[in-house]
C-alpha cells in the first residue's frame, strides 16, 4: 500500500485527507510540482523547487518548511514507498479556514505529497510517436504560475483521448500555439531549426523544458524561443511534447496532418539521446 505525507505525517495513501475547508479544494488556492523519479533519485530536483518557492511567493502563500527540511521529508518518502521509478506529487496550499474570497493572512499552509509508481525512462520506447489535437486555450492569464486550477487542461486533456490523441496543444486568440494541456510544445523547421515557445504568462516554463534547451545548446542545435503558429506546426519537419511525467514524446501528427514520415524524425531521436544520457549520468549533462 502507498503512504502519503500530510502536514508532518506519513499515513495510508487510501485514508489520507485534508480538512474541507481548505482553500486548495475549495478555491484552488494552492500549487504543486511533479518531480520525476529516476534509479531512486529526483530529476532535476533544483529547478523544481526553486519554481515552486516562485509560485509560493507570486501567490504570497508561507513555505510550509525550510527548502532543506522539505528535501528530506521528499527523500523520507521515497525510501518509505520503495520508490526506484515513477513520480512524486507535491501540493501546497495557503491552508484551513472559514470559506471566503479574501485570502487569510497568516494561516498555516496545507503540505500534502504522493508517489506514482512508473517504469524507467526507455529511449526506444520514447521514440514512439503520439498524435496531438488543437483547441482554444481557456485558462487564466498567468500560467506561468503552477496551481492547482487545471480544469481547463483536464477538458482539454478529455477532448484529446476522446479523439483517440495524446495530447492537447493550446492556440492562443492570434493563432499561437501556447503549451499542451500538461506538457509544453516543440516543432522542428524545415531548416532543422529547433523552436518552442518563449516563456511569459502564457505558458508555464517547464523544468523538462529547461533541460532540453540546456541539451540544445550543449551539444550545438539550433535553437529559438518564440511563438510559432498552428500553420507552422503544421509545416514543421517534426514535432515534439515534454514534461516530467512523459519527459520527450514524439508527435507525428497534429489534427488531421501527418508531420513528415509519420515516425519519430532524427533531429527527435537525437533529442531522445541526449535526453536519456543526461538521466543515466546522473542529471548532469
Not at 143 to 164: F, S
Amino acid at each position: 500500500m502507498s503512504t502519503a505525507y500530510v502536514n508532518g505525517r506519513y499515513l495510508p495513501k487510501a485514508s489520507a485527507g485534508v480538512h474541507i475547508e481548505d482553500r486548495g479544494f475549495q478555491f484552488a488556492d494552492a500549487v504543486y510540482e511533479v518531480f520525476a523519479v529516476q534509479d531512486g533519485r529526483l530529476v532535476d530536483e533544483d529547478g523544481h523547487l526553486q519554481r515552486l518557492e516562485r509560485s509560493l511567493d507570486e501567490l504570497s502563500i508561507q513555505p510550509p518548511m525550510s527548502r532543506k527540511a522539505l528535501t528530506l521529508v521528499m527523500r523520507q518518502l521515497l525510501r518509505v514507498n520503495h520508490l526506484r521509478y515513477g513520480s512524486l506529487y507535491l501540493q501546497v496550499s495557503r491552508g484551513v479556514a472559514p470559506r471566503d474570497f479574501p485570502a487569510p493572512q497568516n494561516l498555516t499552509p496545507t503540505l500534502v505529497m504522493t508517489v506514482t509508481r512508473q517504469k524507467a525512462f526507455d529511449a526506444v520506447a520514447a521514440r514512439k510517436g503520439v498524435n496531438v489535437i488543437t483547441t482554444h486555450d481557456l485558462r487564466w492569464k498567468r500560467c506561468d504560475i503552477k496551481t492547482v486550477q487545471l480544469l481547463a487542461g483536464v477538458l482539454a486533456k478529455t477532448e484529446a483521448v476522446a479523439r483517440g490523441a495524446a495530447e492537447a496543444w493550446l492556440l492562443d486568440d492570434k493563432g499561437f500555439i501556447t503549451e499542451g494541456s500538461a506538457s509544453n510544445a516543440w516543432i522542428i523547421t524545415q531548416n532543422d531549426e529547433l523552436i518552442t515557445r518563449h516563456t511569459d504568462h502564457a505558458i508555464l516554463g517547464g523544468i523538462t523544458r529547461q533541460t532540453v534547451l540546456k541539451l540544445a545548446a550543449e551539444n550545438g542545435l539550433k535553437y529559438e524561443e518564440r511563438a510559432f503558429s498552428l500553420a507552422e506546426a503544421l509545416a514543421a519537419r517534426e514535432a515534439f511534447t515534454t514534461s516530467s511525467i512523459i519527459m520527450v514524446r514524439p508527435v507525428v501528427k497534429i489534427d488531421d496532418t501527418q508531420l513528415g514520415s509519420g515516425e519519430c524524425g532524427p533531429f527527435c531521436r537525437t533529442i531522445i539521446e541526449l535526453y536519456d544520457s543526461y538521466l543515466k549520468n546522473g542529471f548532469s549533462a
